[in-house]
């Protein structure tokens, strides 16, 4: 699976857009691009994850650039309780594939009032 | 969704004996089932992959006979940490791969020996 390369860590003020960005030069062409938060002491938490398109969901966005060498996850509306770890992962499709998930050292987002 | 249940969430145990963690899928049936080990303000690290009805796959370093895993249902994976010691203390988290959802993670366990 490809590394990925993440800020340790980022502040953002309450009510701001948080953008957290990952670095994945070496993303091969069947390898999903992954998002997990973790707050503190919990199990991480699947926030989303894309391949080339762009994706939304209730929680964040995922930009993927056009050569998807990187990526860029965005709280539109960060709050006090999106303090946490934020993990960039890549790997291939878990659909068809029992392989584990391997965790880099993440960015630590604070969002401060 | 898909809910994996880790229990205890914490527990606190003397130096020789033997903690068991339970890990379980909720609402889905887990073949493969894996286990973290986290250090303080470390990332989570792979011990081992749990396979059900077989052995289980552990990574390098991680010893086979101290942290043994069962995985006796599609549905149950156990961590047991034998002879237990103030090394071993740490958070472990276990998660599950469901085909059409992902990865879940338990809510992970404290483990301090004393």
């Known amino acids: 699976d490809a590394k990925t390369t993440q800020p340790p860590s980022m502040d953002c003020a309450e009510g701001r857009a948080a953008n957290l960005p990952c670095n994945h030069s070496?993303?091969?062409?069947?390898?999903?691009v992954y998002w997990y938060r973790q707050i503190h002491s919990q199990g991480p938490q699947y926030i989303i994850h894309?391949?080339?398109n762009n994706e939304t969901n209730e929680m964040a966005s995922l930009i993927i650039t056009e050569d998807r060498k990187s990526s860029t996850l965005i709280l539109p509306h960060a709050t006090l309780r999106d303090t946490a770890v934020y993990y960039c992962?890549?790997?291939?499709?878990?659909?068809?594939?029992?392989?584990?998930?391997?965790f880099g050292k993440g960015t630590k987002l604070s969002v401060k009032p | 969704g898909a809910v994996v249940s880790q229990h205890p969430s914490r527990v606190i145990c003397k130096s020789g004996t033997s903690v068991k963690i339970e890990c379980r899928s909720l609402?889905?049936?887990?073949?493969?089932m894996f286990w973290y080990r986290q250090f303080p303000k470390k990332s989570l690290m792979l011990m081992a992959t749990?396979?059900?009805?077989?052995?289980?796959?552990?990574e390098q370093g991680v010893e086979k006979d101290k942290f043994l895993i069962n995985h006796a249902s599609l549905t149950l994976s156990t961590l047991t940490v034998t002879s237990a010691h103030p090394e071993d203390s740490s958070f472990y988290i276990c998660?599950?791969?469901?085909?059409?959802?992902?990865?879940?993670f338990g809510s992970g366990t404290r483990l301090t020996v004393v």
């Open positions: 609402d889905f049936q887990a073949t493969t």
């Open positions: 992962i890549v790997r291939g499709y878990y659909g068809g594939s029992q392989g584990n998930l391997i």
């Open positions: 070496t993303i091969s062409g069947n390898e999903y």
């Open positions: 998660s599950a791969n469901r085909e059409d959802y992902g990865y879940t």
């Open positions: 894309g391949l080339k």
């Open positions: 749990s396979n059900e009805g077989s052995k289980a796959t552990y």
